[in-house]
């Protein structure tokens, strides 16, 4: 039995109808009785704004207007939430204001967006006593931002450690364990769709850092710019160490690491080395997950398709429900994002973090080189874990050349750069060193 | 900078503070600036209802009321929620009705009473028009309650597999990777407080169909008694099944089991093998962990301390603050839990179900055996997909009988159940044969 018909309806728009906004389209076509059911109210899809209206659209568009021009939409006071599942900047930054202005909730997908302009944004919102709901920006259909926003709200989250691009997770797996060099694993990632013709926010780390710096001001209240969040990406990673963590019992995966400690939040992102067995090492192909320290609840983890039209489309909806029964604006209230002043927190000065770490030299074979690279380390107060040197094998470029890993006790970061330095400058090593963080 | 200390203020009590309620009073006491943050009030706790107020507790209760009479608290027109952290159903089902009923809303961690009164409680809630929030009640500090009922409701819910008691899958942990017999494992689980004095609630799966009855209810919005819910334990299973698992590439885990179907749904508590490297197989020691399949959204899947002080804490003060921001009335109202009359979905017949299945015969070490089972399994429509036999080894009771291990492809469990009728009554086997359900 279906919600009634005459139930009082919420009249929404649509800005976008690419992959996501199609997912949406098709979930509120398809399963307008179930999100009544779980709204309380039925949608009332009224526009779509779309740049070809003529292009054909695998979506049912009875009753729905189709315009390219947003202030339609915007101009229509009927219109009470837009789903804005354009993407990009320019223009969605000036047509989520225009739409809070106009007294409008918004739901939206847009990572970049948020991660950049969050406190017009959400100054916006404050200011038209609107919500800005945004599950799918983060872990896709994950509802990550729910937990931390709401349902782990009891807590400090200490830790957080994650897997957020699935292009690269699905990248890294297959130089993993199909023993791909990384351009033909990215070429396999375009060929199924996982990675965009021009790949370079995924590999590089931003749309990691986008998404990091979202999480970081849900779960510490503290406003950080991507550009200040360290960021390294798997672009330059070489199969070789794959294979030598994987010695060790360590999966390669892109993460983005927080920690609060007392000496501040450590933010980064970074390929860096998983012990195998941990729930994140075994999160495989294009698959998000993160895991969460609270100091209430301890260890949580989160896993599910972290992009993808459906899956994403659960969390627009899922938000468009939350808008719709009134939760999103209350959640709003408390949760006072992206507030100015801005919380900041201090950041851990880098003399400060430490960690185990992954180096890998490419030195002579001859003797006495680990003794030399062992005596610059030792000063530099790391001590050395373990040692694995390997015969380059008949297909090294250069058989005088051999690669010499090394795992760390902790050290400290500095340190380690400092000592890297002294090491890249010796005669008998190859640089540059490779060093790769390890999380616990 | 904490939040104002004139802020708005909510009454609450709470009731039992053993190990839940001892957690929940430490939360509220060392972090109040925070919650009062995060709930946008501040909390007063006035009441404290405990059994015997002279015993010393690790707990400040400056400015709390401490009595055994629960009366004083529900009759305290101040108190708006309450707190239920006693467990058990008498009298904690009537406190429960007498507090809706005098207008707080409750929080509670009460599995048990959920599962088996959840209707009575709901029809309460909704005559008084308050909420019962209950995310404790199932997975710990796993917000599972949450990602059901609200952030994956763009949902249909398909599959749920979950691990929900963490003294089993202690237990079995320590049977699979040290080879502990159960009743070592058992007595390990005790020592550490994992496991209660009488584990029998626990063990024999009872808590396990408990908490899959409050999932279908958020899953399926279906009504099922504990009792209606198929349920095996993992008191009487063998480490010799454990073993030829691991050797098959499984787990065994506990599972609670749900799948909606179009013959109806199906929903299960038994001893289950899950393919080693997944996710679920991967959960150790006693933690828990729920792997959800949304039309939409795909696999999910959560993990986390499924029991213990502060994770349950955890998610009864997220609960707590879920209700002060008015939130978990607004998501009570569309959620419509244990709605009369009973929102019934139809159980999937025996004879429609099907599965993957472990089988293990005690067998005769004579020639023709094999094949007699085969016939017999023939017969039944059920095709084999491995087989492994082992020798005894000379530890066995008696040399005569060897274990024989079959791994079916998909059969019919009302044909796997006839054709173990009729191989138990062979000459050559000696019964009891067991069978395992497979996990995809």
């Known amino acids: 039995m279906g919600p009634a018909k005459d139930m009082e309806h919420v009249t929404i728009g649509l800005i976008g109808l690419g992959t996501v906004g199609t997912g949406v389209a098709r979930i509120l076509t398809e399963h307008a009785d179930?999100?009544?059911?779980?709204?309380?109210?039925?949608?009332?899809w009224k526009w779509a704004v779309v740049r070809d209206p003529a292009k054909i659209r695998d979506v049912k568009l009875d009753g729905v207007r189709v315009t390219t021009d947003t202030a339609r939409l915007i101009d229509d006071p009927e219109v009470e939430i837009v789903v804005e599942a354009m993407g990009g900047i320019d223009p969605a930054l000036n047509i989520v204001l225009d739409c809070l202005a106009?007294?409008?909730?918004?739901?939206?997908?847009n990572k970049a967006l948020l991660a950049e302009h969050g406190p017009q944004i959400f100054a916006q919102a404050r200011a038209a006593g609107r919500a800005?709901?945004?599950?799918?920006?983060?872990?896709?259909?994950?509802?990550?931002?729910?937990?931390?926003?709401?349902?782990?709200?009891?807590?400090?989250?200490?830790?957080?450690?994650?897997?957020l691009n699935g292009t690269c997770n699905y990248i890294l797996t297959k130089m993993m364990h199909e023993g791909l060099a990384y351009a033909d694993a990215l070429a396999q990632a375009q060929e199924l769709g996982y990675a965009e013709a021009d790949p370079t926010l995924d590999v590089d780390?931003?749309?990691?850092?986008?998404?990091?710096?979202?999480?970081?001001?849900?779960?510490?209240?503290?406003?950080?710019?991507?550009?200040?969040?360290?960021?390294?990406?798997?672009?330059?990673?070489?199969?070789?160490?794959?294979k030598y963590a994987g010695e060790l019992g360590h999966a390669v995966k892109l993460l983005a690491l927080a920690k609060f400690t007392t000496a501040g939040l450590e933010l980064r992102v970074a390929p860096t080395l998983v012990k195998r067995g941990t729930p994140l090492a075994e999160v495989r192909g294009p698959y998000n997950a993160i895991r969460v320290v609270g100091d209430a609840v301890g260890d949580t983890f989160f896993y599910g398709r972290g992009a993808g039209m459906m899956p994403t489309a659960s969390a627009v909806v899922g938000d468009l429900i939350d808008v719709m029964t009134g939760r999103a604006i209350l959640s709003s209230l408390v949760l006072d994002l992206w507030a100015e002043p801005a919380h900041t927190v201090a950041r851990t000065p880098p003399h400060q973090i430490k960690s185990h770490?992954?180096?890998?030299?490419?030195?002579?074979?001859?003797?006495?080189?680990?003794?030399?690279?062992?005596?610059?380390?030792?000063e530099h107060g790391i001590s050395i874990a373990s040692v694995i040197q390997h015969d380059t094998g008949d297909d090294a470029p250069d058989n005088s050349a051999v690669p010499l890993v090394i795992m760390t006790h902790l050290a400290v970061e500095?340190?380690?750069?400092?000592?890297?330095?002294?090491?890249?400058?010796?005669?008998?090593?190859?640089?540059?060193?490779?060093?790769?963080?390890?999380?616990?």
């Open 34 to 44: 179930r999100i009544a059911r779980r709204a309380g109210k039925r949608v009332r």
């Open 102 to 109: 106009a007294g409008k909730h918004v739901v939206t997908a």
């Open 132 to 163: 800005v709901a945004f599950e799918a920006s983060v872990g896709g259909g994950i509802p990550i931002i729910q937990a931390l926003g709401v349902a782990l709200a009891a807590n400090q989250v200490q830790n957080l450690a994650a897997i």
């Open 205 to 242: 780390g931003t749309d990691t850092a986008h998404k990091l710096a979202i999480l970081t001001q849900l779960a510490f209240q503290a406003t950080v710019k991507t550009g200040d969040i360290p960021r390294q990406g798997i672009d330059r990673l070489q199969l070789a160490d794959l």
């Open 357 to 378: 770490y992954y180096l890998r030299f490419t030195i002579a074979d001859s003797p006495g080189v680990l003794a030399k690279l062992a005596r610059i380390l030792g």
């Open 414 to 440: 500095a340190e380690i750069h400092a000592a890297l330095g002294e090491i890249d400058q010796l005669d008998v090593v190859r640089p540059p060193s490779v060093c790769l963080g390890v999380e616990d």
